[in-house]
């Protein structure tokens, strides 16, 4: 199982942007589908954004022309470029597989906090 650990979070005003980074482990990253996914206070995970290992992306719509999930298979990271960020973005984001996500299995994220 790849191990990821996610980074860049903080605390931001509305409007701002943050980016946020994911390093993963192992050497099949590039074989991997990803995504980011984030959890509010007192809310399930919910989907933000995912990359196939081809590089196809899909947005929930709530961050669509917002958010930019990208990748970088030589650094094996996956990023989340947040722009436009709005009160109700504030959440822990984590980077997760499809395998992570069927398994409960969660990192321990990064924090986001965006401020009115």
């Known amino acids: 199982q790849v191990q990821l650990v996610e980074s860049g979070g903080g605390l931001v005003q509305a409007g701002g942007s943050l980016r946020l980074s994911c390093a993963a482990s192992?050497?099949?990253?590039?074989?991997?589908?990803l995504g980011w996914y984030r959890q509010a206070a007192g809310k399930q995970h919910e989907l933000v954004a995912t990359?196939?290992?081809?590089?196809?992306?899909n947005y929930a719509d709530s961050v669509k022309g917002r958010f930019t999930i990208s990748r970088d298979n030589a650094k094996n990271t996956v990023y989340l470029q947040m722009n436009s960020l709005k009160p109700e973005d504030t959440a822990v984001y984590y980077c997760?597989?499809?395998?992570?996500?069927?398994?409960?299995?969660w990192g321990q994220g990064t924090p986001v906090t965006v401020s009115s």
């Open positions: 997760n597989t499809d395998f992570g996500v069927a398994m409960s299995l």
């Open positions: 990359i196939s290992s081809g590089g196809i992306s």
């Open positions: 192992g050497r099949t990253f590039s074989s991997l589908n």
